[in-house]
């Protein structure tokens, strides 16, 4: 079983920056694709950024393409999340996912992922 917490997350000024992290604890989470989703007020819960077992590839949804940064620390066996030039739109509960699937692909599907955290508030004001 693996259990996600992140962290990191609050409110800043639009423009500004923020770096969640997600620490995974129970087993290693070396060898799952991870990703990072996002939920705000009274919508559904949608894909952020995704990242491949070993690192080696990302994807992102389009709204983020060229801000935010997925990345991950193996020997910490956590995943981040940096955000840059935010917006108001970008105001939700970020939330880590790792797939549970050895070596296999990343995904920008919610049902791809097996193990979810709590999540991290990030509120952006105008």
């Known amino acids: 079983q693996v259990q996600l917490v992140e962290s990191g997350g609050g409110l800043v000024q639009a423009g500004g920056s923020l770096r969640l992290s997600c620490e995974a604890s129970?087993?290693?989470?070396?060898?799952?694709?991870m990703a990072w989703f996002r939920q705000a007020p009274g919508k559904e819960r949608e894909f952020v950024a995704a990242i491949t077992w070993d690192g080696s590839s990302t994807v992102y949804t389009d709204a983020v393409k060229g801000r935010f940064i997925i990345s991950r620390d193996d020997a910490k066996n956590t995943v981040y999340l940096q955000l840059n030039r935010l917006v108001p739109e970008d105001t939700a509960v970020y939330l880590c996912?790792?797939?549970?699937?050895?070596?296999?692909?990343?995904?920008?599907?919610?049902?791809?992922?097996?193990?979810w955290g709590q999540g991290t508030q990030v509120t952006v004001s105008s």
């Open positions: 996912a790792a797939s549970g699937k050895f070596w296999g692909p990343m995904s920008k599907g919610i049902h791809d992922y097996t193990f």
């Open positions: 129970g087993r290693s989470v070396r060898d799952f694709p």
